[in-house]
């Protein structure tokens, strides 16, 4: 991960700084993530977006795919017209094995305990700001840029 990583920011277009999506995810990632940008003389800020455990948990076990169009629908959140069918196209909708509620679970557990180390790390070194995620993503980005430091 991290030669990919170093790779592709030393690219031109990432000289004023860039934005990762999902990474770091461990303590050993974060620390790794600190010494690349170091070199670069650069100082991450980790923004956390904040979403209830049992909200994540309905998002992915609630989701249901066509396997015909690959549509996909949640049945909490988004749910086709009729039960358990394809809005376009009357197929009979599936749920992904990886989406089963108890593989989730474990999934979620995984990434608390990789994570919340990482989540410590920088919320120690005041480099971390927290975001309510389960709001409209206007209102996330909103929230965001009053909170993030000025630079
Ligand atoms: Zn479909």
């Given at each position: 991960?991290n030669l990919i990583l170093e790779e592709r920011l030393s690219q031109r277009d990432c000289k004023q700084g860039f934005i990762l999506d999902g990474y770091p995810r461990s303590l050993a990632q974060?620390?790794?993530?600190?010494?690349?940008?170091?070199?670069?003389?650069?100082?991450?800020?980790?923004?956390?977006?904040?979403?209830?455990?049992?909200?994540?948990?309905?998002?992915?076990?609630?989701?249901?795919?066509?396997?015909?169009?690959?549509?996909?629908?949640?049945?909490?959140?988004?749910?086709?017209?009729?039960?358990?069918?394809?809005?376009?196209?009357?197929?009979?909708?599936?749920?992904?094995?990886?989406?089963?509620?108890?593989?989730?679970?474990?999934?979620?557990?995984?990434?608390?305990?990789?994570?919340?180390?990482?989540?410590?790390?920088?919320?120690?070194?005041?480099?971390?700001?927290?975001?309510?995620?389960?709001?409209?993503?206007?209102?996330?980005?909103?929230?965001?840029?009053?909170?993030?430091?000025?630079?």
């Amino acid at each position: 991960m991290n030669l990919i990583l170093e790779e592709r920011l030393s690219q031109r277009d990432c000289k004023q700084g860039f934005i990762l999506d999902g990474y770091p995810r461990s303590l050993a990632q974060a620390e790794s993530l600190d010494g690349l940008l170091k070199e670069k003389v650069l100082t991450p800020h980790v923004i956390l977006l904040d979403v209830p455990r049992e909200r994540v948990l309905r998002l992915l076990s609630g989701r249901r795919v066509c396997p015909l169009c690959r549509r996909s629908y949640n049945i909490y959140y988004q749910p086709p017209k009729t039960e358990g069918v394809c809005d376009v196209d009357n197929t009979r909708l599936v749920q992904r094995s990886d989406d089963q509620e108890d593989v989730i679970r474990r999934r979620l557990d995984t990434y608390q305990e990789e994570t919340q180390p990482a989540i410590n790390y920088y919320e120690d070194q005041g480099r971390l700001t927290r975001a309510n995620g389960s709001q409209r993503p206007e209102k996330v980005a909103a929230e965001i840029e009053s909170k993030l430091p000025s630079q």
